[in-house]
């Protein structure tokens, strides 16, 4: 019996093939030599870019901030946590700089508003006294000793 797609159009017998393939154990199959090139040529690609765009902006913090090249994890979408497949590894400078200016664009202003939910959450259900209003002042303090080029002072 033939199957059909969605388009009522007979499935050729290539699913067969590529079920019986695909149950094969890993070590019938040879590594086919184009493929490792054109995976190494492609990865080499990757790390010029890095290499070209991001190392002279890490290595200027060199000596200026502490551990700047140390390995550190980095969310890809900051609207959602720390998981498998949302997180990279990055240089400790890379993440500052990425953070800064997702802080700068306000793209982390979700992930501040859901903890400060569930802090208001946690102090009505008695789980923690409730706080003062002391962090919008700190906020607020902290805002106006950022100067207009985005710097604060040291």
């Not at 995976?39 to 070209?52: F, P, S």
């Not at 998981?83 to 990425?98: D, S």
């Not at 002391?134 to 100067?147: C, D, P, R, V």
Request: proline share 5%.
């Amino acid at each position: 019996m033939e199957a059909t797609s969605e388009n009522e159009e007979p499935v050729s017998g290539e699913v067969v093939s590529v079920a019986h393939a695909l149950s094969l154990p890993a070590e019938s199959y040879g590594n086919d030599p184009d493929i490792e090139m054109a995976w190494a040529m492609r990865a080499m690609q990757h790390a010029e870019v890095y290499y070209k765009k991001w190392r002279p902006f890490c290595l200027k913090f060199d000596g200026v901030i502490e551990d700047f090249n140390y390995g550190t994890l980095l969310r890809l979408d900051c609207s959602q946590g720390y998981t498998e497949e949302n997180t990279i590894f990055a240089p400790r400078i890379q993440f500052l700089a990425i953070e800064i200016a997702r802080n700068r664009e306000g793209h982390n202003k979700a992930v501040y508003a859901s903890v400060q939910d569930k802090e208001e959450d946690e102090g009505a259900s008695g789980g923690e006294p409730e706080k003062s209003d002391n962090g919008g002042e700190q906020e607020k303090e902290a805002q106006e000793g950022i100067n207009k080029s985005g710097e604060t002072p040291m």
